[in-house]
């Protein structure tokens, strides 16, 4: 009896760390996941399809010829059709530039607002 408390006791951590994940990957703060639903790239694929979607501080994305994005270390530039076509879901809510990741590779980027 002793054991299957522990063992159910072991394993909890480990469901609360996955739904935790789940959630962060769409929307950590949960107040945007709607907008964040409707986004498109320029090609037309849905951002928000099972990938994560990074919300960026000022300093990890910027502008020069292109956007450039920081995340986990990885710079990744931005390809134009790569940038989400607001006419999907509208100006980004958030403020921050929001990165949308499927397979390490990026699905759909929007900037924030630089302060």
């Known amino acids: 009896m002793r054991f299957k408390n522990l063992a159910t006791w072991a394993v909890l951590p480990v469901i609360a760390c996955l739904w935790a994940t789940s959630a962060w990957g769409h929307d950590p703060e949960g107040m945007h996941t709607d907008w964040m639903a409707q986004q498109r790239?320029?090609?037309?694929?849905?951002?928000?399809?099972?990938?994560?979607?990074v919300l960026l501080s000022?300093?990890?994305?910027?502008?020069?010829?292109?956007y450039r994005a920081t995340h986990?270390?990885?710079?990744?530039d931005i390809e134009d059709w790569q940038l989400v076509d607001s006419e999907w879901g509208g100006p980004n809510p958030?403020?921050?530039?929001?990165?949308?990741?499927?397979?390490?590779s990026v699905r759909c980027f929007t900037p924030g607002t630089l302060m």
């Open 41 to 53: 790239n320029m090609r037309g694929w849905a951002c928000c399809d099972g990938s994560d979607a």
């Open 72 to 76: 986990g270390g990885q710079v990744f």
């Open 94 to 104: 958030t403020k921050k530039g929001v990165l949308w990741l499927s397979q390490g």
């Open 58 to 66: 000022e300093w990890e994305w910027g502008v020069a010829k292109k």
